[in-house]
């Protein structure tokens, strides 16, 4: 243990070494800093350049997990945990006992220090130096700032920057100069630690004993008090003297808080602490005395002088506490007596509070309240403002908002009456709906319903009345029940000859159980619009003598009657009509009659999924290599390896009566040859069935023909004939060619279904979900396969930050290691193979209560509209890791800010108060975006700008026109690239975390501009269009860079205000002329000569060039809308942190010269179609 200030002994003295990065060996020379291959330590990269596209692990139903990207790594650092901050005055403490950090200077240089705090609290002073003992040391007076992360000149240029925790690294900047010492924790709870301290010193300075001693958070001890006191009277207790209250009222109050906390825990805390107080009665002590529990003030310094953070010794007590009977501990005199009298089981006031600071305080929750509350032990107003604008990315707030939440989730009526949210209260926000990561505006249908049927997604069901595997499985209406219930808009139902002339429906060839047909469609008749109001599509696989189908007719007209849609589409109609106009009807898909067939029955070709299965299992038992094998054999690519795909033999044909075929209007089920014969021939009423292992070669072969396909016809994917035991392929592998109906065994949970339940929460959960724009545009360029950006869309950055986790039940099924639960969590992302990642944190050991990870991961998203989110908890097993819980979303569903996960079992049932806490920013490269979709900046090297290029199509007469565009584009990309480079170089002079928008970054400037009289040495004069930046005198060399970066910041801004109109109508209007081209592409190609391959590669490329177009008119569109926020953020930053120049008052209203931006920025383009 080290020795403390306290008690007279002075520093131990340290070796001084140069450290390989985490490493424990000592060198005597200087040496570079080494990566560490384990993702726990803070000092690992934050990004990893994975070769290839990392494959995504599936959690299905043991738990496994294969392939791991990266070593386990185990953290048992838990002491700062254990001592549960919750004030200034333990972090102070923890401060004055001292830490070990790494010392970060130029030239990728790392040394290991030991830092602490005088007991003074006037310096901070560190060993080994070669400095003399008075010059080790910065005074806490002469501190100016305590920045966090990542965010100066030396930790940017030093060769270790990758190598370095965002969240463990923070700086401390002092002196006349701005010098700044750069520091990195072991762990980010130890950096929050001096963090917060740092600041409260800073805050109150000579004062800050004074201050700790009477802000002790007195909201929450009174709430505290008044809660157990309530607890007394209804105990019958209310006179007389008082000795507490009954073991199981003071665990149900701590539950009523902390309802995760199991009782059985909460019991054995209390009688845990009896035990404890006993002892040290019978040893002549007094109170508990625990680190919590300590005085502020004066005590601080002789809880730590006598070594209060060793747990193997009972802490001193103060002369006062003495005199006062141990206020702070309930074990002593009376009390004492009164438990030897048989009152074993009551709880006194003063062990209710400590247990209660012990099971129900977060520091995570505190760290994150004292930086929003200026070190105060609650937000005010104001605070919760600035909370709610600048992290949770809300609009329009207001103080009656921040009121509103305080009423709403303050538990002390004190703090209610006040208009203060304490821990506790803050807390409950944090955990409630509204802070959930689900964007509740997804909750309902939000997306435009108005488009063709063929334009979006729909939730679809494979094999619906199986509720087992495939083969001999019963069959059972409960399938259809539950598939309706989640939104399922396409279910299947395979009808056969049954007993009695009644047609049943099951699986042929199997040993599956039938149901009755009639059974089936009163189930889907009364469930089928219980979930949504949109179109379902029933799958008919017609199997029936002629007979049977006129009872099929029968019960179809009877049971569905009025919802059945059976108008045929308009003669001329290219596209299906939408589910708006569809809505409240059940579409039949299945096989037609052609037209003009005018007898009562007609021959058509049998489907039977059924035979097929059967035939691969025969196939496989025998050891042939037909089936499966035929369709994965083949080699080379193009339409000749997909013909082979395509059932070899002669289909069956059977007789069809023509009452049933002409139910089937809009979803005629045909036989797929090729896309060259699809786009020739096929109308849009025709719907195509693949089998899985036919729609991965099409994705694969030719997935730009698959997505242009999907753009006019409904495709319906269907698993694979060898899948009997039910799993599913991966409905993102088919999602990203357009097809519309991917449909899965919904009986089999795991990964798939994962994905597929999350994806279509995204629109209401009603069934339909709206494809990318760039798979639906008639002329666009998507290739499924993409492994690089997507032309015409702006790659994003999602930032996520893992923060803890809540109540983490151990895995269904496990007893090896009791209730002990050893967590770590993986983040993954779903969508193109470009997007595609995992990251892992690592294993907080014995810990599903509250296990801090406090890890940061950073992934670019090359289509985000594509794109899913998957948190997955597990528990660290030696063999096998164990499955905790689960959460998917899709992208565009994220909330930014600080957010809490509620995790999912297997099963896909809710976890009672399971919980991940974690962070979330989404922007663009450069940092940029929408105001809710915080900032993002990345460091990168530096390189030659990247121009959208153009294609040749070897058409004279077209490429001529795309020659035009080539300035443009350049323009376009120089105007919003020097506008978003120059906020991103403001943001880092600035001092902030690399998740910022402009806003926090001239919050950062308030502290940090005030001279020696408290005068700020710069203003903002806002009563411009654009907000400038005016020094009030001299300026240090730090401020004037600042400046200087700013003004650069501005001119990059009113260049892409001013100039961006022209271009942007200029690029419109090539793109115009291009289209003309568009109708009569093809035969100008033949005319020029170009024959076979050229002319598709010419369509190719002139889709590409348009995508290009459209894309780069997108961007700098948005681009002025980003002007316009960033200005309103500087605006309204420079009146919160009073910074402005002749403007008083709040900002409660843009300046009109802002609401001139906004006007422009919004108008609808001109010349846009």
């Known amino acids: 243990m080290k020795p403390s200030p306290g008690n007279g002994v002075s520093l131990e003295r340290h070796r001084e070494e140069l450290l390989s990065n985490g490493g424990c060996g000592v060198s005597d020379t200087v040496t570079a800093v080494q990566p560490e291959t384990g993702p726990g330590s803070p000092m690992t990269g934050e990004t990893t350049d994975a070769k290839g596209i990392p494959r995504r692990s599936s959690i299905i139903k043991d738990g496994s997990r294969a392939g791991r990207e ?56 560190w060993e080994p130096s070669k400095k003399e003992s008075d010059k080790a040391c910065i005074a806490v007076p002469s501190i100016r700032e305590v920045r966090t992360g990542r965010n100066t000149e ?4 030093n060769g270790v920057y990758d190598q370095i925790s965002e969240d463990c690294a923070f700086s401390i900047i002092y002196g006349e100069t701005y010098e700044a010492l750069d520091l990195v924790a072991n762990s980010a709870e130890v950096a929050n630690v001096w963090v917060t301290g740092l600041r409260y010193l800073i805050l109150y300075g000579k004062h800050a004993i004074d201050m700790m001693a009477s802000s002790e958070d007195s909201l929450r001890l009174a709430w505290l008090a008044e809660t157990f006191s309530s607890m007394v009277v209804s105990d019958g207790q209310g006179g007389g003297e008082v000795v507490g209250i009954s073991l199981r009222s003071a665990v149900g109050l701590i539950r009523s808080v902390n309802p995760g906390v199991r009782s059985e825990k909460v019991e054995h805390r209390f009688k845990e602490l009896h035990r404890v107080k006993e002892r040290m009665n019978g040893a002549g002590t007094s109170g508990v005395g625990t680190v919590a529990e300590a005085k502020v003030g004066s005590s601080v310094v002789a809880v730590i002088g006598s070594g209060a953070g060793d747990e193997d010794r009972a802490p001193a007590v103060t002369e006062a506490e003495e005199r006062d009977g141990g206020e702070s501990g309930s074990g002593t005199g009376a009390n004492a007596d009164n438990r030897k009298g048989g009152i074993e ?93 689900f964007d509740p505006e997804h909750s309902q249908v939000c997306q435009d319903m108005s488009q063709p049927l063929s334009h979006y997604y729909i939730n679809s069901s494979h094999n619906t009345y199986l509720i087992e595997d495939q083969f001999k499985g019963p069959a059972d209406i409960t399938g259809y029940i539950r598939a309706l219930k989640m939104g399922c808009r396409c279910v299947e139902v395979d009808v056969w000859d049954g007993p009695s002339d009644e047609p049943v429906v099951y699986t042929s060839h199997t040993l599956t159980s039938p149901v009755k047909f009639h059974c089936v469609l009163d189930v889907i008749g009364r469930f089928a619009f219980e979930a949504s109001e949109f179109p379902l599509i029933l799958c008919v696989e017609n199997h029936c003598s002629p007979f049977q189908q006129r009872v099929m007719l029968q019960h179809l007209r009877r049971i569905l009657g009025e919802k059945l849609y059976t108008k045929p589409l308009r003669e001329g109609e290219v596209y299906l009509p939408s589910p708006n106009a569809l809505r409240g009807k059940i579409l039949l898909k299945g096989q037609k009659l052609e037209e003009g067939c005018g007898g009562a029955e007609g021959d058509v070709t049998d489907e039977d999924e059924g035979a097929e299965m059967c035939q691969r299992m025969k196939a496989g038992n025998s050891g042939e290599g037909a089936g499966e094998g035929v369709q994965k054999g083949g080699g080379g690519g193009g339409t000749s390896s997909i013909k082979s795909l395509t059932p070899p033999t002669t289909p069956k044909r059977f007789q069809l009566l023509k009452e049933l075929s002409d139910l089937v209007t809009l979803c005629k089920s045909v036989r797929f040859t090729d896309f060259q014969m699809s786009f020739s021939i096929q109308k849009p009423w025709e719907l195509c069935s693949f089998n899985e292992t036919l729609a991965l070669r099409c994705a694969s072969e030719r997935p730009g023909d698959f997505v242009n396909y999907n753009k006019r016809f409904l495709s319906r994917v269907y698993p694979s004939a060898m899948r009997i035991d039910s799993s599913n392929m991966n409905p993102q592998d088919l999602w990203k060619c357009g097809c519309q109906i991917v449909a899965l065994n919904y009986q089999t949970p795991g990964l798939m279904m994962d994905l597929n339940i999350a994806w279509f929460r995204q629109n209401g959960n009603c069934g339909y979900v709206l494809r990318p724009a760039i798979m639906r545009q008639e002329v666009s360029y998507f290739s499924a396969d993409t492994r690089d950006s997507v032309p015409g869309v702006s790659p994003q950055l999602l930032h996520v930050k893992v923060i803890s986790g809540q109540n983490l039940p151990r895995p269904r099924g496990s007893g090896a290691k009791g209730d002990v639960v050893d967590p770590y969590v993986y983040v993954e992302i779903h969508g193109i193979p470009a997007d595609c990642a995992e990251r892992r944190t690592r294993t907080v050991m014995q810990n599903g209560d509250n296990p801090i990870f406090d890890e940061s991961f950073e992934f670019q998203i090359n289509l985000p509209e594509l794109a899913m989110v998957r948190f997955v908890v597990l528990d660290d097993e030696f063999i096998g890791d164990e499955f905790i819980g689960q959460y998917t979303i899709p992208l565009e569903c994220l909330q930014p800010g600080y957010r809490h996960i509620p995790l999912q079992s297997l099963m896909g049932e809710d976890l009672p ?18 105001p809710y979709k915080r900032g993002l900046s990345v460091r990168k090297a530096r390189r030659g700008r990247d121009y959208a290029a153009l294609r040749d199509l070897g058409i004279k007469e077209v490429d001529e026109v795309f020659k035009m565009a080539g300035p443009q584009l350049k323009e376009a990309t120089d105007l919003r690239e020097n506008m978003q480079n120059s906020v991103a170089v403001f943001r880092e002079l600035c001092g902030v ?33 654009y907000p400038s930046m005016e020094p009030q005198g001299p300026l240090p060399d730090v401020l004037r860079r600042v400046v200087s970066t700013y003004e650069t910041m501005i001119q990059a801004s009113r260049a892409v205000m001013e100039l961006s109109d022209g271009v942007y109508d200029r690029i419109l209007q090539i793109q115009t002329t291009a289209m003309k081209f568009h109708e009569t592409l093809h035969s100008i190609a033949v005319k020029e000569g170009l024959k076979d391959r050229k002319v598709t590669r010419a369509v190719e490329s002139f889709s590409w060039n348009i995508t290009i177009l459209k894309g780069q008119a997108d961007l700098l569109k948005r681009a002025m809308t980003e ?3 960033n200005m309103k953020q500087v605006h309204y930053a420079a009146l919160t942190s009073n910074l402005s120049k002749g403007v008083t008052g709040e900002a409660t209203r843009p300046r009109r010269s802002l609401d001139t931006i906004q006007e422009r920025a919004t108008a609808p383009a001109r010349g846009s179609t």
């Open 70 to 125: 990266r070593k386990k790594t185990v953290s048992f650092s838990r002491s700062l945990s254990e001592r549960k901050i919750s004030s200034a005055a333990d972090c102070i403490s923890a401060m004055m006992e001292g830490t070990e950090f790494r010392k970060v200077r130029s030239n990728s240089r790392v040394y290991q220090r030991y830092y602490l705090l005088e007991s003074g609290l006037q310096a901070l002073r």
């Open 154 to 157: 030396t930790f940017r240029t």
């Open 345 to 437: 089981d009551r709880v006194t006031k003063e062990e209710f509070i400590e247990v209660f600071h012990d099971l129900c305080t977060r520091p995570e929750i505190y760290f994150l309240l004292v930086q929003f509350s200026s070190n105060k032990e609650y937000l005010d107003t104001k605070d919760l403002m600035r909370f709610l604008e600048v992290e949770q990315g809300m609009a329009q707030v207001t103080e009656d908002t921040s009121l509103e939440l305080i009423q709403s989730h303050e538990p002390s009526e004190e703090g209610r009456r006040q208009g203060c949210l304490s821990l506790d209260g803050f807390t409950r926000y944090l955990t409630s709906l509204e802070c959930h990561l």
């Open 913 to 930: 108060y399971a919980m991940l806490f974690v962070h979330v920013a989404l922007t663009n490269r450069r940092g940029g975006g929408k």
């Open 993 to 1025: 975390s690399a998740v910022a928008n402009l806003m926090q970054c001239v919050l950062a400037l308030g502290s940090r501009v005030v001279g020696a009289d408290g005068d700020p040495l710069m203003l903002f004069e806002l009563r411009e269009q």
């Open 1123 to 1125: 002007v316009q926020e």
